[in-house]
């Protein structure tokens, strides 16, 4: 039986996709700078899924010490998939977005921050009006020093939003999966159509 939009898929009903990348990315559209490998050696990585990743890839590479970002797919099967496919709610990806950092100008726990402030982390599978397993929220983390302010950022928060009578936060934090690189028309897309679309809205707590 497939699954609804609203529920994740099982790896049997997920869509297979392809052997190979569905685009080659080009330079960060504000930065310049790369977006693929291979990066400087002092440049991180962490990766964050927090609705439609147009909205969050600007959240992201308007942070001083961000050197570039990228948005594309992860978490779920399907191998290289498309956006279209990604729509369909059978591939278990999620919208996410690859933040390259200088930890040395801005730390891991800074942009956690970032990732809460910027949307609702209580919604499940969509964030505001956006519905379907693409929009949820998630931490993916790359070393096991992430995983753990991961969850100790997670615990803080709900303190902070319990507070105020919001439910239980519904974040996945797990290890990072692969990440297949969106279309590159989706790359910093608000920056090429500054009146796009862009659905993000925290709940008004800060951190």
Not at 6 to 13: A, E, G, Q, R, Y
Not at 69 to 90: H, W
Not at 116 to 128: D, F, I, K, L, R
Request: charged share 15%.
């Amino acid at each position: 039986m497939l699954s609804s939009k609203n529920s994740m898929p099982s790896i049997t009903d997920a869509l297979l996709g392809r052997c190979t990348a569905i685009s080659i990315p080009k330079p960060h559209f504000v930065t310049a700078n790369i977006i693929a490998p291979p990066f400087p050696a002092h440049i991180h990585q962490a990766m964050f899924g927090l609705g439609c990743f147009w909205g969050a890839e600007r959240k992201f590479w308007q942070q001083p010490g961000v050197f570039s970002t990228a948005v594309g797919y992860s978490g779920g099967y399907t191998e290289n998939p498309t956006y279209d496919e990604l729509c369909t709610g059978l591939t278990g990806h999620n919208e996410v977005v690859k933040v390259f950092f200088d930890p040395s100008l801005i730390s891991y726990q800074q942009l956690l921050i970032v990732f809460w402030q910027s949307h609702n982390p209580t919604q499940g599978m969509q964030q505001g009006n956006d519905k379907g397993t693409q929009y949820r929220s998630g931490i993916y983390t790359f070393t096991d020093e992430q995983q753990s302010k991961a969850l100790e950022s997670m615990k803080h928060y709900q303190n902070q939003i319990s507070l105020s009578g919001f439910k239980k936060i519904t974040t996945e934090i797990q290890k990072a999966t692969t990440f297949y690189y969106a279309e590159n028309y989706h790359q910093q897309y608000l920056a090429k159509n500054p009146l796009g679309y862009c659905g993000l809205g925290g709940v008004g707590i800060e951190y």
